[in-house]
């Protein structure tokens, strides 16, 4: 059986419930990262604190994909 891709995940806040819901348990998540909901007023902000986190994500030799939860987060 192939092994799960290892994954990092980087969700806004809002979402914070349902990322812990639904990854519990599972052993190929390497990394959990909530980013702030305020974010949302000043894209700029929102833009460069993602951009940070994805590169510590891509640096992470632990990790082979990154997910994004997000909704209209910035437009």
Known sequence: MPNPTRLAVIACAVFESEVREFTQGKDNI???????????????LLQRELQQRVCAAEANPEVDAIVLVYGLCGK
């Open 30 to 44: 390497r990394m959990i990262e909530f980013v702030s909901l305020g974010l949302h007023e000043t894209p700029p």
